[in-house]
């Protein structure tokens, strides 16, 4: 015997792909990493004589 | 033009920084004057030696200027003369120096002292010795078959 379907309706959650967070995560991470490794630098050469 | 606000977000977060490290640069170059250390002094390099500073070698104490002592340094392959200087600690030294032949470099290791020697050109860096210790120079240009055995030594002592 057949069964019946129970749900006829299905909900497919389409992923946003106009998202831009995951972008603006790596370009905060290069960003500190740019600062970071200047500051390290600059302090570096304000310590030396 | 429709921008989205993230994207807006990271221009002005680039073009920010793009202008703070340039400005930075400039004034570094044109509030406080500093400038590269070999900037447009020139020598005959074939008469060094018969030249004003570099006919004498070595620590001289000045009067009448910003810095207490001149230190000058005349580079061949593959030596620098003077060999070995003692400096007294806490002293604002003008280093000078240029080449007799080869390009050759003029590094005091550790140090913010890192030159280009050319020849025809006389390279400058003021700074005040205010750690104690020994220093080794090096030449950092590949300047011939000696280029390894190259070096000379700063001591920096209180007196």
């Known amino acids: ?49 | 033009m429709h921008m989205h606000k993230l994207e807006k977000i990271w221009l002005i977060l680039g073009i920010s920084c793009l202008i703070i490290f340039l400005t930075t640069v400039g004034v570094s170059a044109f509030y406080m004057g500093n400038k590269p250390p070999s900037c447009l002094l020139t020598i005959d390099p074939e008469k060094v030696d018969q030249q004003k500073p570099f006919d004498k070698p070595g620590l001289h104490k000045v009067e009448g200027k910003e810095w207490d002592y001149e230190l000058v340094y005349v580079a061949q392959a593959f030596s620098y003369n003077p060999a070995k200087v003692e400096i007294p600690l806490g002293a604002k030294v003008k280093v000078i120096a240029t080449t007799k032949d080869v390009i050759h470099g003029f590094e005091v290791a550790g140090t913010n002292i890192n030159m280009m020697l050319e020849p025809g050109y006389i390279s400058e860096y003021t700074t005040t010795f205010d750690k104690e210790g020994e220093y080794l120079i090096v030449c950092n240009e590949y300047c011939g078959s000696g280029h390894h055995l190259m070096f000379s030594k700063i001591e920096v002592v209180k007196k």
């Open chain 1, 1 to 49: 015997m057949a069964k019946v379907e129970l749900k006829a309706k299905q909900n497919t959650e389409i992923e946003d792909r106009s998202s831009l967070k995951g972008t603006m995560a790596s370009v905060l991470f290069l960003l500190l990493f740019i600062i970071v490794s200047w500051l390290g630098v600059y302090y570096l050469f304000v310590d030396r004589f």
